[in-house]
């Protein structure tokens, strides 16, 4: 597929024959990135949602177009909105809303924040230009996780506010100093939070995104919005990643294969409590050097969090998961999951 790097749409207030009868036209009527902006009542202001930054992750989508379809005549959100649909391209492949990128292409979410200017590194600079220019108020970055579990929000800075547009939408939020070259880890001059509203293919996911669309869209003053949950804030996640040219598998039971073997219900750990002493799979005689957890400061510390008895692979501790995923091709580019230690959750004050 040709991708012109060098342009983004715009609609501006679109009508409903724009919008079409539901999200998967509306998403295959538009040829590349697009920028959608909804007058507010206070048109001084702006707040920017992302979305389909993944092609496999349609809530922010679907969640904005409920939402833009179920305006009622002189009903209007109380600050300007601009919603940015980055990757309809790899979302509309078929089969539609299943390619994270496409086969040829790169994940955008590693795209943002250098020199670069040229293909998907390009785009990253169009939309970051895209948020600068209206000078949020806030940008909230809509995704899916890639395996089933409860939503939760990321950011890079415990604030109030931070605290208080997770509450918007779930009841955790991840403080993470990753730096991967995510639209998250910008500086617009404003709050900024990623919201994976759980699997994409889970019709919970979409409601997320739509009632968090539609709280956020309604309160005029976000600097005195308080909680509307409790939020549980989770420290410093670390990627649990298989390394390049390692076979992956996932079984009920160890047969003896190559490279890493994971249970096959590793995403019912997302979320809960990973416990010192649980398994999470097998490994083959090359052991812990299949995998690797790098911290901050570029060292592997994978045996800090992981040991092996036989060919077991054991948690050290008790730790929270997050993002575990049954899809091989993410678990192989990405990461097998997110791990923080169970020590490092904390209540909201």
């Known amino acids: 597929m040709g991708i012109d790097f060098s342009e983004i749409n715009i609609l ?3 009508d409903l024959f724009t919008l079409r009868s539901d999200y998967n036209q509306f998403l295959l009527s538009i040829s590349g990135p697009t920028i959608i902006d909804i007058s507010g009542q206070d048109q001084s202001r702006t707040r920017v949602f992302t979305t389909l930054i993944h092609g496999n992750e349609p809530s922010g989508l679907i969640g904005l177009h409920r939402w833009m379809t179920s305006l ?3 009903s209007r959100p109380v600050t300007n909105l601009r919603f940015i649909i980055c990757s309809p391209e790899s979302a509309s492949h078929a089969p539609i809303f299943s390619h994270r990128f496409l086969e040829d292409g790169m994940d955008l979410n590693r795209c943002f924040g250098t020199e670069l200017d040229y293909g998907f590194f390009e785009r990253a600079n169009l939309i970051a230009k895209a948020i600068k220019e209206v000078n949020p108020e806030v940008v909230i970055d809509l995704h899916n996780t890639s395996g089933f579990g409860p939503a939760f929000a990321v950011s890079t800075n415990k604030t109030e506010l931070a605290l208080s547009l997770t509450s918007l939408f779930c009841s955790s939020l991840i403080l993470s100093d990753i730096r991967l070259g995510a639209l998250m880890e910008q500086d617009f001059g404003c709050e900024i939070i990623t919201i994976e509203c759980g699997a994409g293919s889970d019709p919970q996911a979409h409601e997320i995104a739509y009632f968090g669309i539609e709280q956020l869209t309604q309160i005029d003053d976000i600097s005195s919005c308080h909680f509307n949950r409790n939020v549980d804030v989770f420290l410093q996640p670390l990627r649990l990643q298989i ?5 992956l598998h996932f079984n009920d039971v160890d047969e003896g294969l190559s490279g890493l073997t994971l249970v096959n219900n590793v995403e ?5 409590i990973f416990r010192k002493e649980q398994m999470l799979g097998w490994v083959d005689s090359y052991g812990l050097s299949n995998l690797q957890i790098i911290d901050q400061y570029g060292d592997d510390v994978i045996s800090e969090y992981f040991e092996l008895r036989d060919n077991l692979l054991i948690s050290k501790m008790d730790l929270n998961i997050f993002m575990a995923t049954h899809v091989k091709n993410i678990a192989k580019s990405d990461c097998l999951l997110y791990l923080i230690p169970h020590k490092n959750k904390l209540p909201v004050d």
């Open 12 to 14: 501006k207030d679109p």
């Open 268 to 272: 019912q750990f997302n979320f809960g």
């Open 72 to 74: 009622k005549g002189n």
């Open 243 to 247: 390394k390049p040219g390692i076979e």
